[in-house]
T-cell receptor
Framework: SQQGEEDPQALSIQEGENATMNCSYKTSINNLQWYRQNSGRGLVHLILIRSNEREKHSGRLRVTLDTSKKSSSLLITASRAADTASYFCATDRNNDMRFGAGTRLTVKP | SQTIHQWPATLVQPVGSPLSLECTVEGTSNPNLYWYRQAAGRGLQLLFYSVGIGQISSEVPQNLSASRPQDRQFILSSKKLLLSDSGFYLC?????????????FGPGTRLLVL
């Protein structure tokens, strides 16, 4: 299916460590986006990477996209306790955007 | 700047009662509007989207309906709630082609059907 699947489902790290989350999908896409959701809140857009791009950076965030493997990764460097949240990838194909189930990240102070 | 509002924030309703959740967007014209449902600890399920007034597309058959009476107003309704309608409901908007590009989410409504 087009819907992305995040891996791992949950990740727990210490403050200062890097966090890597992965997203895999099964069909071709136009772009892929990562969103963050604090507990009980709406989603906040983090970064969009187009199908012809391989890597993008935004502050402490680094996103890669490998269309041959149909996968993307989100790296958060030097994590902080405030990064604790759920992170979702969303795949965009022909005016149709679908969200995965998310990775729950816990950063321990 | 654009803002999106949802209310109420929390709602507890008995089974069989009606539902009306409202979402409004400010600061933009002719937005694409979306209703999602999120089960506890799960991803988002797209319920409805709208590209214009009176234009509603339904993604999954269900006990819910949506309406867009004004350009920046999107309403999610039910005539009779089921227990399975419990969840976290999120409204979102985007510009340009529907389903393409960044979506901006409201704060959500947590619905508990008892």
């Amino acid at each position: 299916s087009q819907q992305g699947e995040e891996d791992p489902q949950a990740l727990s790290i210490q403050e200062g460590e890097n966090a890597t989350m992965n997203c895999s999908y099964k069909t071709s896409i136009n772009n892929l986006q990562w969103y963050r959701q604090n507990s009980g809140r709406g989603l906040v857009h983090l970064i969009l990477i187009r199908s012809n791009e391989r890597e993008k950076h935004s502050g402490r965030l680094r996103v890669t996209l490998d269309t041959s493997k149909k996968s993307s990764s989100l790296l958060i460097t030097a994590s902080r306790a405030a990064d604790t949240a759920s992170y979702f990838c969303a795949t965009d194909r022909n005016n149709d955007m679908r969200f995965g189930a998310g990775t729950r990240l816990t950063v321990k102070p | 700047s654009q803002t999106i509002h949802q209310w109420p924030a929390t709602l507890v309703q008995p089974v069989g009662s009606p539902l009306s959740l409202e979402c409004t967007v400010e600061g933009t014209s002719n937005p694409n509007l979306y209703w999602y449902r999120q089960a506890a600890g799960r991803g988002l399920q797209l319920l409805f989207y709208s590209v214009g007034i009176g234009q509603i597309s339904s993604e999954v058959p269900q006990n819910l309906s949506a309406s867009r009476p004004q350009d920046r107003q999107f309403i999610l309704s039910s005539k009779k709630l089921l227990l399975s309608d419990s969840g976290f409901y999120l409204c979102a908007w985007s510009a340009g082609l529907a389903g393409v590009g960044t979506q901006y989410f409201g704060p959500g409504t947590r619905l508990l059907v008892l």
